[in-house]
C-alpha cells in the first residue's frame, strides 16, 4: 500500500500560479494528477511515465500546466501556469506501478490522495 499526500493548493487570481506536490511513501513508477469540479467527471490533467518524454496532459493544460518528479524523495509536483477560472477543481495525485489502462484515466490508478483545492478567480 501506497500513501500519496498532496500540498498546495488554494487560490489564485487568473494568469498566476500555483505548484502542487504529493510525496509518496514509497517509490511509485506511474504518477499522475487529476481533477474534479462540483457535478463532473474526474478528468485526468497530466501524467508522468518512467523514463524521459513521459510527459502526457490534456489539451486544455498543455503549454501552462507542467507535471515533474524528484524520484530522490518519491515527491512528485503539478506546476500551474496561466491560471483560468474553468481550473478551479480539487485536485488529487495518483500513482501505481503498474497501468491496466490509458495514463490520464482513473481506472489506471490504484493509490490516490485526499486532494487539495484550487480556486482561480477572475
Known amino acids: 500500500q501506497v500513501e500519496l499526500v498532496e500540498s498546495g493548493g488554494g487560490s489564485a487570481q487568473a494568469g498566476g500560479s500555483l505548484t502542487l506536490s504529493c510525496r509518496a511513501s514509497?517509490?511509485?513508477?506511474?504518477s499522475a494528477w487529476f481533477r474534479q469540479a462540483p457535478g463532473t467527471d474526474r478528468e485526468g490533467v497530466a501524467s508522468?511515465?518512467?523514463?524521459?518524454?513521459?510527459?502526457d496532459y490534456v489539451d486544455s493544460v498543455k503549454g501552462r500546466f507542467t507535471i515533474s518528479r524528484d524520484t530522490g524523495n518519491n515527491t512528485f509536483y503539478l506546476q500551474m501556469n496561466n491560471l483560468k477560472p474553468g481550473d478551479t477543481a480539487r485536485y488529487y495525485c495518483?500513482?501505481?506501478?503498474?497501468?491496466?489502462?490509458?495514463?490520464?484515466?482513473?481506472?489506471?490508478?490504484?493509490?490516490w490522495g485526499r486532494g487539495t483545492e484550487v480556486t482561480v478567480s477572475s
Open positions: 495518483a500513482a501505481d506501478n503498474r497501468l491496466r489502462s490509458h495514463a490520464l484515466s482513473p481506472a489506471s490508478y490504484d493509490y
Open positions: 514509497a517509490y511509485i513508477m506511474w
Open positions: 508522468l511515465a518512467p523514463g524521459k518524454n513521459g510527459e
